[in-house]
């Protein structure tokens, strides 16, 4: 078996995992963007609090590595 027929078989086996990836991201982006539509202060407030959270994270962890 030739390199080109591995890259034939590797091609097959993931261009259906990457088509249900897509398929799912889509899906998780259309639910998102509808909770944002239906509930935009809720969608605004979980915002604030995961960027808050993420920075607090951030900024333990690059004090840590200052020391």
Known sequence: MGHS????QAADAVTPML????SRVAHA???T????R????RAAIAAAAVGTLAF???HLLSSR???
Do not use: F, I, Q, T
Request: no cysteine; proline share 4%.
């Open 29 to 31: 982006s259309d639910r």
């Open 56 to 58: 607090a994270l951030w």
């Open 33 to 36: 963007l509808g909770y944002v």
């Open 5 to 8: 027929d591995l890259m034939h």
């Open 19 to 22: 088509r249900d990836v897509s």
């Open 38 to 41: 239906n509930e935009p202060v």
């Open 65 to 67: 590595n200052s020391r």
